[in-house]
């Protein structure tokens, strides 16, 4: 009946599924990840960088949990900077630009290097399932092969449509095919699907642009990589360079708006707010006179250039006209024009924390198909649902991060509770403890859960292992030493002292910085990296914050710790509304915590649940006793 | 945003109410439940003889500053034999409202909170201590809880502290957004003002909520009555004003519970605002222990009074006495009765320095409407704190506008010593979460949404 088994197959070898199928074949479990086409594994489908705010956060985690995103993109990194670094460090964050090329190249090697882990070029039509549990994939080739789970990532691909102008057709990514049959498998499986909308700018040929006109914007000098496991140095190839839109070209947009197919009612489904296209920034943004633009190099080998702020689906020669209108790019050649694509996505209320989807078990659904955005995003569901496809096979309870253990815990909760109207991307804004979610300590956030599960090799366990012993000595020469004032630090910036302080009641004023202590001999420490400064130092410097956040994390951990059990009635809860039973019953919150964050749901309301919660468990208790 | 949380009841914390019907009554009993019950206590209960499970012990509730409140019978029931299977105490103390109420504040003072209606029959379900009908009743906590929902939801379709507090509301969320917006669109082109003129914006946020905040000075009288304590020293006709105030068939006033402790109390009503007097026992310097009790009881009650009504006797001299009772009620609002003016007089206003006096005799009823009036003089003062017609009636609002404040304050002075903008979000977030407690609920969404509404974000 079947040509061929395995534990877990993944569907979509973009930046969800290449996480995904690695992180199952390191727990040990035959893995094949099908793709349409073998060439493009890893694609940078719109802009050639990871990372950002909040985005570089979901990086550094994956990378601590074992995942591979954040090593690709330091080896195939081409400049790199640390955004933020004007404010704390708990919104720090490191971005870099990427050699599109290269991170295909890297992102493959690692995967063909992976045990267990088989790549497969085949177009998947369909997903077998039986009596509500998958049972296999259906290739368009004919043949059949059995799995008990299956990811699916299909990002834009699932009946993918592209606008440019006036003109439409089906496409997955321009010049490559949508999954159209695939889509018809997923409507019919009863799952509430939707329309989501997104877009990507026109690219360039460098050979036509004067590049001498913009602001060069250059890399950090010394680059923060992504990876705790980077450990050779990184180098800054390129420059990034930065110009605006005017009025002139505002006023073509306007004149052409029109032709515009998000104006004209052609485009139905929602695009992101905060990545809009360049003529939602002229219509909405009415009086802002001029739009960011900044020109993103492809890679080091290609002549392509990315116009980052230029995302639209105007006509082509509009674009052009836009183009020709802008200082430096008069003579532009565009070597692909800018596009818009409408494909479908599966509310995420129809999954379960561990991204399996309710309605069929076995199938876990990552990436944009969960509506999200981003290729962070992405990477961390398919981390997330690889983890867990392989802890259903072997019988695990499945892996799920607290909102406050991690971004990626926050971004799953969002989506599994509240579900999303438009593709939904990471803010740090949406971190209620982020001065506990750092990029310094994601590591010792995440790596032991990352080694519990299988994923974190014997390598990286053992300099974690390191770092947190060279960490715990930082952190104990801190509370203990004392320092000499007559020391040429103090003389020299004129503070005095009555008697000898401690570093840890130095370090609290705001303007002394550990790290001008080790370098100026104040504290001997051993060879240190800056992150290992910078965890020590924050957690001294906001000691009152972090406490005052730490309490908020206690009461989430009680609420979390609430359990509401997956087989309760809300319709037969006497005191529920019939509104917040159905809220209730398509959510099916985990615990107390989850349920209050559900849009709607009233405090009454929720102590009516736990309330009856508490009385089943008197009930069973009363049983038992009997029995 | 600390989505959701807010709206679970916490079954960890100690939580303490009064659990006798609310007015006057012989014995009042306040329940204290949860793990911190001993440990309060033994910290504010002072006995002979250590607590001991199911002993009642005779003893004086003190209160945090170590002033004795009441005589009390403290019961100790240990977890998991009581009501509510976690460790109880309960306090029975003299059915006077205001001293019960004193007890539950040093309570809360101590780390306990007031228990949310039904909640000790929540806790006694969830600790196993009923069987499943009797926890129907428990029916009453929901109940409660939806009930003072739709107040919440009634008085905000009335919309007056809703309408009050959007302004403010709206200029904070302003301001987190422009802030958020620093943080996670640092690398699109978002001016963010520098740190002063961020905390400047403040200012009139704050001096909003201070004003609707000040209303409860007056919204308090509303809800709770004027407190007026009747003083002067013995003889001077005290009690027969007080009869007289509080209306003829309440003249037989000996027989209501309370007056063992020479602290009689009555309420009328004035314009709408009910008034409670206290009559007390006559303040003299004494030797005689039982009177000196009288008088110390006499002198708490002026401080816990709104305003004081000095009686003097009109047909006598100013003496000592009279002077030393005026220097008592000096530093607070006042009303000078000159009672007996149906007598001979034989004391001249003169004496009184100035002070605004009134001429009563509590006899025939002569002036008590000029006392009335000089007690409606006080209240109007009162109500010119009010800007409008609305007003800040319940305890809890108030607690959470002052708790707003407070975090705004803090956000305020961080922002000039700028700390980073994400911890000073902490601030502000809490401030919104405590306006969100009074207006309706913003989340995360609602911030994000304003971000994008005011910048052009994105690529």
């Not at chain 1, 995942?67 to 080896?75: E, P, R, S, W």
């Not at chain 1, 076995?362 to 802890?391: D, H, K, P, S």
């Not at chain 1, 009152?544 to 609430?562: I, N």
């Amino acid at each position: 009946m079947y040509d061929e088994k395995y534990d877990v197959v993944v569907i979509g070898a973009g930046h969800a599924g290449c996480e995904a199928a690695h992180a199952a074949a390191r727990m040990g479990l035959a893995t094949a990840l099908y793709t349409m086409n073998a060439d493009l594994i890893a694609q940078m489908s719109c802009n050639p960088a990871v990372g950002g705010i909040a985005k570089g956060h979901l990086v550094r985690e994956i990378d601590a949990l074992g995942g591979i995103m954040g090593l690709v993109a330091d080896q195939a990194g081409i400049q790199f900077r640390l955004l933020n670094t004007s404010r704390g460090p708990a919104v720090w964050s490191p971005r870099a630009q990427e050699d599109k090329a290269g991170y295909r190249h890297v992102m493959r090697g690692i995967l063909e290097q992976t045990p267990n882990l088989f790549i497969k070029q085949a177009e998947v039509t369909e997903i077998v399932f039986a009596d509500g549990r998958v049972t296999g994939i259906e290739l368009l080739d004919g043949r059949r092969v059995q799995s008990q789970t299956v990811v699916l990532t299909t990002g834009t691909f699932l009946n993918g449509l592209i606008h440019i102008g006036e003109k439409q057709f089906p496409a997955g990514r321009n010049g490559e095919p949508a999954s159209i049959a695939l889509a018809s498998c997923i409507r019919a499986a009863g799952f509430n699907w939707g329309r989501l909308k997104t877009g990507t700018p026109p690219r360039l040929d460098r050979r036509t642009v004067d590049l001498s006109v913009f602001e060069p914007q250059y890399g950090d000098s010394n680059p923060t990589p992504f990876s705790f496991r980077t450990s050779t140095s990184l180098e800054n190839k390129i420059c990034c360079y930065v110009t605006h839109t005017d009025e002139k070209i505002h006023d073509v947009i306007r004149r052409n708006m029109g032709r515009s197919p998000l104006y004209s009612g052609q485009i139905q489904g929602i695009g992101p707010r905060y990545c809009p296209s360049i003529e939602d920034k002229v219509v909405k943004f009415r009086d802002k006179d001029r739009h960011q633009i900044v020109l993103e190099p492809e890679g080091v080998d290609t002549h392509e250039i990315y116009v980052n702020g230029m995302s639209t689906s105007l006509p082509i020669d509009v674009q052009r006209e836009i183009l020709s209108k802008m200082k430096g790019l008069e003579s532009a050649q565009m070597i692909r024009p800018g596009y818009a694509i409408e494909y479908d996505f599966v509310q995420p209320t129809d999954l379960s924390p561990s991204l399996e989807t309710k309605k069929i078990r076995g199938l876990f659904l990552a990436g944009q198909i969960n509506g999200t955005t981003g290729y962070e995003e992405a990477a961390g569901q398919g981390l997330m649902a690889g983890i867990n496809a392989g802890l259903k096979v072997t019988g695990g309870e499945p892996l799920m991060l607290g909102r406050g253990d991690a971004y990626i815990g926050i971004m799953i909760d969002d989506l599994v509770t509240k579900g999303t109207n438009e593709p939904y991307r990471m803010f740090t804004s949406r971190a209620e403890f982020r001065l506990n979610l750092r990029i310094d300590n994601a590591d010792t956030r995440l790596t032991p859960i990352g080694r519990r599960v299988g994923l974190v090799t014997d390598r990286h366990w053992d300099a974690f292992v390191e770092r947190q012993g060279r960490l715990g000595r930082l952190r104990q020469a801190i509370q203990e030493t004392r320092v000499d004032t007559a020391h040429s630090f103090f003389l020299s910036r004129s503070l005095e002292f009555r008697d000898r302080p401690g570093i840890a009641s130095l370090l609290r004023r705001p303007e002394i910085r550990l790290e001008e202590l080790i370098r100026e001999g104040v504290l001997a420490t051993e060879v240190l990296r800056r992150e290992d400064i910078v965890s020590a130092e924050t957690d001294i410097k906001y000691e009152g914050y972090l406490k005052q956040q730490d309490k908020e994390v206690e009461k989430l951990r009680k609420a979390e710790a609430k359990r509401l059990p997956d087989d309760l009635d809300y319709s037969r809860m006497p005191g529920l509304s019939r509104e917040v039973a159905e809220k209730l019953t398509r959510v099916r919150p985990q615990s107390i915590a989850q349920a209050s964050r559900i849009p709607g749901i009233t405090p009454a309301s929720l102590s009516i649940v736990l309330f009856h919660v508490e009385m089943l468990r008197i009930r069973s208790h009363s049983e038992s006793a009997v029995q | 945003m600390r989505e959701g949380l807010h709206k679970i009841v916490s079954l960890d914390e100690t939580i303490v109410a009064i659990s006798t019907p609310l007015g006057r009554s012989g014995i009042g009993v306040v329940r204290i439940s949860g793990r911190d019950a001993l440990c309060l206590g033994k910290k504010f209960l002072k006995t002979k003889s250590p607590l001991e499970h199911r002993r009642a012990i005779v003893g004086i509730w003190h209160d945090d500053r170590g002033q004795s409140i009441d005589d009390v019978i403290g019961t100790f029931f240990q977890a998991p034999h009581s009501y509510t299977g976690e460790d109880v105490l309960e306090i029975s103390a003299h059915g006077n409202p205001m001293i019960l109420g004193r007890i539950v504040a040093t309570v809360c003072g101590g780390g306990a909170r007031p228990a949310a209606p039904g909640e000790f029959s929540l806790r006694a379900v969830a600790n196993g201590k009923m069987d499943l009908i009797q926890a129907e009743a428990v029916r009453e906590f929901i109940d409660a809880q939806t009930e003072r929902q739709a107040e919440v939801a009634r008085r905000q379709m009335a919309g007056s502290l809703s309408n009050r507090l959007r302004p403010a509301k709206e200029k904070l969320i302003d301001s987190i957004a422009r802030l958020e917006a620093g943080i996670d669109f640092a690398e699109d082109d978002v001016e963010v003002p520098d740190d002063g003129a961020i905390a400047k914006e403040f200012d009139p946020i704050i001096e909003s909520l201070e004003e609707v905040q000040k209303t409860y000075g007056y919204g308090r009288l509303l809800a709770e009555g004027l407190r007026v304590a009747i003083l002067g020293k013995p003889n001077v006709g005290k009690s027969s004003l007080f009869n007289r105030l509080v209306g003829a068939e309440r003249a037989i006033v000996s027989e209501i519970p309370g007056t063992t402790r020479d602290v009689l109390t009555e309420a009328v009503e004035i314009d709408g605002i009910p008034l409670r007097f206290f009559d007390t026992a006559g303040v003299r310097e004494t030797l005689n222990p039982i009177e000196k009790i009288g008088v110390i009881r006499a002198f708490e009650t002026l401080s816990e009074a709104n305003m004081a009504v000095i009686v003097l006797d009109g047909s006598m001299a100013l003496d000592d006495e009279d002077r030393q009772v005026l220097s008592h009620a000096a530093g607070m609002p006042h009303v000078i009765v000159i009672n007996k003016c149906d007598l001979p007089e034989a004391m001249t206003s003169s004496s009184l320095n100035g002070s605004v006096s009134v001429r009563v005799s509590a006899k025939t009823g002569a002036g008590i409407s000029c006392l009335s009036d000089a007690i409606r003089g006080f209240l109007l003062e009162r109500q010119s704190d009010v800007a409008d017609d609305f007003v800040l009636t319940n305890m809890r609002q108030n607690e959470v506008m002052l708790r707003a404040i407070g975090a705004l304050r803090e956000g305020s002075s961080a922002l000039r010593d700028h700390v980073p903008h994400e911890m000073v979000l902490l601030n502000l977030y809490d401030a919104l979460s405590a306006l969100g407690e009074l207006t309706g609920e913003v989340v995360t969404e609602d911030i994000l949404a304003r971000i994008f509404s005011t910048f052009c974000i994105g690529k």
